[in-house]
């Protein structure tokens, strides 16, 4: 029996201009070769018809994850992000829109950071192709993102911010009577060998990545909303206090942009941003403040006892023991606030136990090694360094007395013991007490406490720019300064886009974190779904259904997300 191999492959050809397609395989006729058909298909939509009438009745192409990016695509073009962006750096690279760059880059960081390079990996799994239509992913490489970087002046960006903030503000009416200002460092992983960039640096890291060079970011947001209104990026081995004054000088400017009445704001700072230096800079300024003190630089206040406190009774705030009075500080009369913060008392408790058991652990370990024969320090100098090292921690000293003598002998040299006394002291009269100062002394106890405790609302926007899940900075492979710049401007864009997804889902009661709305509205997907002509002929219909999920995250899509081509959702 004679069997042949047959190697077909489909091709397309043209008759009457109507493009037809067939299964053909190559023979050699007369010693030429021809391409000899075995099966004419029809056309396209032929064709197309002959798959979606098999037995499963219609083929549904894959699906994509749509909710999260469709709700900050709406946010953004509420804002009209790409033409602000534009009108500031009107030139990018191979004649693409940077607007539009960026905010694809800051939709990366919102939904899942990647890197630049992964980038077009993760948006062929959602639904941005169709979203922004023309958009060629495959072209949108690290190399791409780079060179549209490179367009944007260090000086655009603050305009940029400027007009955006400007416009959130007046589209969701935010109040701006109290902001809250803190600053935060990011590691990087530039070299310590390359002398190109100047604010990375190595300084103290908030993250413990005393390894790595790091940059500065503070970041000023609003009561309402949480929405970052300022920023100001600087080298990482400057202290908090030192870029204060830079700082201030950025609110002022940008308050007057945004049009409000600047005696009626109050900025609201921590103790690190805090010095005689910069509390005279805002003393000058045309706003209040609420600020908290070193307890410590004012021990008079300090030694208040608690017999002294009453207790605040709020809705809002339980029950806080606090002490209001008048008092000269830094050559000026100010409206003093001491409370007692249970939470944070129990916590310097748990920190000096620990601390407590690490030095007796140890100490019982050099104690055990002096019982040995010609074993000890070899001078009493070396021994009192090292008890000075072991009682380094904060108030360790206090409560931890070690001597060394070395007149005697073997482990009878050490001696250590627990002032009970000095540590019920601490316990009862220190931990847990918080000075406040401020110039509205119009204000009731609740009011300016309310504003100080306000201050997490800025540490949980640097919180989420620490999260690896959502608005991340990290990963950042980035190694000049200008591209810092512009990828954290990308970041914060991101966490904005984000803060107006998360104004409107109160606006529905929705209690979630931004992570968990951006979770929530992820569990929504878009396909494509391809289904045949009718009885009567035609060509096949694609339709863009929403696939079946959460009732709750439905309800929120909808809301934030106006039905529109190619998505009229059936």
């Known amino acids: 029996m004679y069997t042949q191999n047959i190697v077909a492959s489909l091709q397309k050809h043209t008759v009457a201009g109507r493009t037809y397609w067939r299964i053909v395989e190559s023979r050699r006729i007369r010693g030429k070769p021809r391409a000899v058909p075995l ?187 949480h929405i970052p209104l300022c920023s100001t990026v600087y080298e990482g081995n400057r202290v908090d206090a030192k870029s204060f004054p830079d700082s201030l000088t950025r609110i002022r400017e940008h308050l007057q942009t945004l049009a409000v009445d600047v005696e009626d704001v109050t900025l609201v700072y921590d103790k690190g941003n805090l010095s005689k230096a910069n509390q005279h800079l805002v003393d000058q300024a045309p706003f209040g403040y609420v600020a908290s003190v070193v307890p410590t630089q004012h021990p008079a206040l300090l030694q208040i006892p608690r017999a002294d406190y009453r207790p605040l009774c709020s809705a809002r705030l339980g029950e806080v023991p606090v002490v209001r009075l008048e008092r000269e500080i830094w050559g000026k009369r100010r409206t003093v606030l001491l409370f007692i913060s249970e939470p944070l008392r129990h916590g310097q408790i748990r920190g000096l136990l620990q601390h407590l058991n690490k030095a007796l652990r140890a100490l019982e370990r050099w104690k055990a090694q002096l019982a040995k024969p010609r074993s000890g320090p070899r001078t009493p100098e070396i021994a009192k360094r090292h008890i000075h090292t072991l009682l380094s921690a904060q108030h360790l000293s206090t409560v931890l007395h070690v001597d060394y003598d070395p007149t005697r002998a ?18 009862q009269d220190v931990y847990g007490k918080r000075i406040l100062i401020t110039d509205r002394c119009e204000w009731s106890d609740e009011q300016i406490l309310l504003a100080y405790r306000g201050q997490s609302e800025v540490e949980e926007a640097f919180r989420q720019l620490k999260d690896d899940e959502h608005m991340a900075v990290r990963p950042q492979y980035h190694w000049t300064d200008q591209k810092i710049y512009v990828h954290t401007f990308c970041c914060l864009l991101a966490l904005l886009l984000g803060r107006v997804v998360e104004f409107h889902a109160r606006q529905l009661h929705y209690t979630q974190g931004l992570s968990g709305l951006l979770e929530l509205l992820g569990t929504v997907r878009v396909a494509m779904v391809l289904r045949p002509a009718g009885k009567h002929g035609g060509r096949p219909r694609c339709e863009w259904a929403l696939e079946q999920t959460e009732p709750e995250a439905m309800r929120l899509f909808r809301h934030l997300v106006p039905a529109q081509p190619p998505f009229v959702y059936t």
């Open 39 to 225: 099966l004419y298909l029809g056309s396209a939509d032929d064709l197309l018809n002959r798959l979606l009438n098999a037995p499963q009745g219609a083929l549904r192409i894959q699906s994509f994850q749509h909710g999260d990016v469709a709700a900050l695509k709406a946010a953004a073009d509420r804002l009209d992000v790409i033409s602000i962006i534009d009108r500031h750096v009107p030139a990018g690279a191979r004649g693409q829109s940077v607007g539009l760059t960026l905010l694809l880059a800051a939709l990366n960081r919102a939904v899942r950071p990647r890197s630049k390079r992964g980038w077009s990996d993760w948006a062929r799994l959602t639904s941005l192709p169709r979203l922004f239509p023309g958009l060629k992913v495959e072209q949108l490489t690290s190399q791409f993102f780079w060179d549209q970087m490179d367009c944007v002046p260090v000086s655009a960006l603050r305009a940029i911010e400027d007009e955006l903030t400007k416009v959130v503000v007046k589209q969701l009416k935010v109040k701006l009577d109290t902001l809250f200002y803190d600053a935060t460092n990011f590691f990087t992983y530039i070299a310590s060998t390359n002398g190109t960039p100047q604010l990375a640096q190595r300084g103290h890291s908030k993250q413990k990545r005393t390894d790595l060079r790091l940059f500065s970011l503070a970041l000023l947001v609003s009561r309402e909303g």
């Open 410 to 427: 073997g482990a009878d040299r050490l001696h250590y013991e627990i002032d009970a006394a000095a540590r019920a002291q601490l316990e």
